[in-house]
């Protein structure tokens, strides 16, 4: 079936949505609205404009964390597995980062940075890089020594060494690294709205929690999934494009 | 020494050690491999053969001793030689005709230039038709083909095959054999070949020269002669061969007992 993968996404969604409609109506709880429900208030949201302002807030933190964890990430996680020494020196820092709680670290932000835009940067970074520098230098460390050796006996210098045989074979756990990477990011920028200033959609979550106007706020949360979920299937497509004997015709799609 | 403007010899391999650590796994050895030939080296598992390939290939250093490609000292990697691995070391991201050029592209070659050179070994090697497929999508014999099509590309004097068909199933070996005969015959190139079947060794080489299990050197030189001449197809029913291969597995039984 040409569309089998685009078939099957669109019948989990069904299935996804029909058991959260069934229990929205069991009630499982009475702060819980059904899919109806939330959709009707999402469109409210759509219709009066407040939820596109409310992205043109969040957005904010959101691109520029996600564009310096990648960038930074990849470039530090690059030489982290390439370098011993600076392995030695740098890999504690984001194996510490990844594994403190971030409402630990949130109130020393604040105390650094303020409560702006600075300190939800932060957060998202502290959310996306340790995941992306991780996996970049794990997937650098572990290239095939035999392509390396290959190489080298074909008279490649160290630069083209790194640019032809390490990034490319590295380049599909990168690609994981960066999709875990900026989900974690999606949700730093989420939670730094709920935890230091209310702003965007976690403004919107927040208060429409606080007057218990639940379809509103699972509305919200909706769409911040919807939107990271697209932008994950975005990165998929730019890897197949970028990386065409990656796809081994293992996936489904 | 003597002259260096004609050496009978590629490669010379002169008083080599070679250490990891407290393991000594090259001992005191010397060697010569004349050009135009193909020489085997031929001994168990674990005795160096590999680890010699790579010191004339300049991938490894040696402790101490000296190698000589055409008279010249080996530092590192060099254009005068071609390494043909056992595990075919391709990119699996990289089409067959990408794979066959990346040694011509490493040394700066235009793109152009460097398929249709790359073309010309594809068809050589018996791979036409298959430029546009990726590694993933051959069989292990096409693969190696590969790698034995990027190491011609490159025009080395020095052709390095480090035990090249015995990740292939047997029939397709003994046709990869066949096949390198008439390349031999055919190319004006030096082959070392290492393996560790007897019956390869035998059936291919003009010299053999046998090693002993670590540490490593020279036990034993063989030429046959008798039979390298004959057609591809009756040499391993020749006397003389049968005679050589019993000889040898005599020889190196006692390292494996």
């Known amino acids: 079936m040409r569309y089998r993968a685009l078939s099957l996404k669109f019948l989990s969604s069904i299935l996804i949505f029909g058991a959260w409609e069934v229990a929205g109506r069991v009630p499982v709880s009475f702060a819980f609205p059904t899919f109806l429900e939330s959709m009707s208030a999402l469109w409210a949201l759509t219709i009066e404009g407040t939820i596109f302002t409310a992205y043109a807030e969040t957005l904010k933190p959101l691109v520029i964390g996600v564009l310096i964890s990648a960038f930074f990430g990849i470039g530090l996680g690059l030489w982290v597995g390439l370098s011993q020494k600076f392995d030695w020196f740098v890999s504690p820092i984001f194996i510490v980062m990844q594994s403190a709680p971030l409402a630990a670290l949130i109130p020393l932000l604040i105390m650094v940075y303020g409560i702006g835009l600075t300190s939800k940067v932060f957060v998202v970074c502290i959310m996306a890089m340790p995941v992306i520098v991780l996996n970049t230098s794990g997937a650098v460390r572990n290239t095939s020594a035999s392509i390396i050796e290959m190489g080298q006996s074909f008279l490649g210098t160290r630069k083209d060494i790194i640019l032809k045989i390490i990034l490319p074979s590295a380049s599909p756990i990168i690609f994981v690294g960066l999709r875990l990477g900026i989900s974690a990011g999606f949700i730093g920028a989420i939670l730094s709205e709920l935890k230091i200033t209310p702003t965007g959609i976690g403004d919107i979550i927040s208060y429409s929690r606080s007057i218990a106007d639940y379809p509103s706020m699972y509305a919200a949360i909706f769409s911040i999934i919807l939107l990271a979920v697209l932008f994950l299937n975005l990165l998929e497509r730019i890897e197949i494009m970028v990386f065409k004997g990656i796809n081994k015709g293992l996936v489904a799609d | 020494m003597n ?193 560790h079947s007897i019956e390869e060794a035998v059936y291919l080489s003009d010299q053999i020269a046998l090693l002993l299990p670590r540490p490593s050197r020279v036990s034993e030189i063989i030429r046959p002669s008798g039979f390298r001449h004959k057609d591809v197809d009756s040499i391993r029913r020749d006397s003389e061969y049968l005679d050589i291969v019993d000889r040898i597995w005599d020889s190196l039984r006692t390292y494996v007992e």
């Open chain 2, 3 to 195: 002259d260096k403007t004609t050496s009978v010899n590629a490669v010379e391999v002169r008083n080599v050690y070679k250490n990891y650590n407290e393991v000594e796994a090259l001992q005191d050895l010397s060697l010569d491999f004349p050009k135009g030939e193909l020489t085997s080296l031929l001994g168990p598992s674990g005795c160096g053969k590999t680890t010699l390939l790579k010191i004339i290939a300049g991938l490894i250093p040696t402790t101490s001793g000296e190698v000589k490609i055409n008279g010249k000292k080996v530092t590192g990697p060099g254009p005068d030689r071609a390494f043909v691995f056992q595990d075919f070391a391709l990119l699996p991201w990289e089409t067959v005709i990408k794979n066959v050029s990346f040694g011509l592209e490493l040394r700066g070659v235009a793109k152009s230039e460097r398929e249709a050179i790359a073309e010309k070994y594809i068809v050589d090697v018996g791979l036409a038709g298959f430029e546009h497929k990726f590694p993933h999508q051959l069989s292990g014999g096409m693969r190696q083909r590969v790698g034995l099509a990027r190491a011609l590309s490159v025009d080395a004097e020095v052709l390095l095959m480090d035990e090249p068909f015995s990740a292939v199933d047997e029939q397709t070996r003994r046709k990869f054999q066949e096949d390198l005969l008439n390349l031999v015959k055919n190319e004006n190139k030096t082959f070392l070949f290492v393996t």
